[in-house]
Nanobody
Framework: QVQLVESGGGLAQAGGSLRHTCAAS????????MGWYRQAPGKEGDLVAT???????NNASSVKGRFTISRNNAKNTVYLQMNNLKPKDTAVYSC?????????WGQGTQVTVSS
């Protein structure tokens, strides 16, 4: 059984930094893209960043230059480094992984940025 376990997130002041970690465990076969999504209160979920198995990355325009996605394939882990945080980054962040061409999700982690 596959699980994605997230850690990190929490509270930060505007201009601060936080780091998310998402580790996949279980029967990992054909781990493809991994990424992060977020959902702010009262809004639909948005893509934050993705990293393909070939290390190609894609960041949403709203986080370019501030957030960096990286990945450790040996550990089946994806990271999201968030710098220069803004109050508008407040949301529940969830990691996603395509494993064996099926989507899996982490439990979601709250990030709150105060002004």
């Amino acid at each position: 059984q596959v699980q994605l376990v997230e850690s990190g997130g929490g509270l930060a002041q505007a201009g601060g930094s936080l780091r998310h970690t998402c580790a996949a465990s279980g029967m990992i076969v054909n781990l493809n893209a991994m990424g992060w999504y977020r959902q702010a209160p009262g809004k639909e979920g948005d893509l934050v960043a993705t990293n393909t198995s070939g290390d190609s990355t894609n960041n949403a325009s709203s986080v370019k230059g501030r957030f960096t996605i990286s990945r450790n394939n040996a550990k089946n882990t994806v990271y999201l480094q968030m710098n220069n945080l803004k109050p508008k980054d407040t949301a529940v962040y969830s990691c996603n992984a395509n494993i064996g061409w099926r989507p899996f999700w982490g439990q979601g982690t709250q990030v709150t940025v105060s002004s």
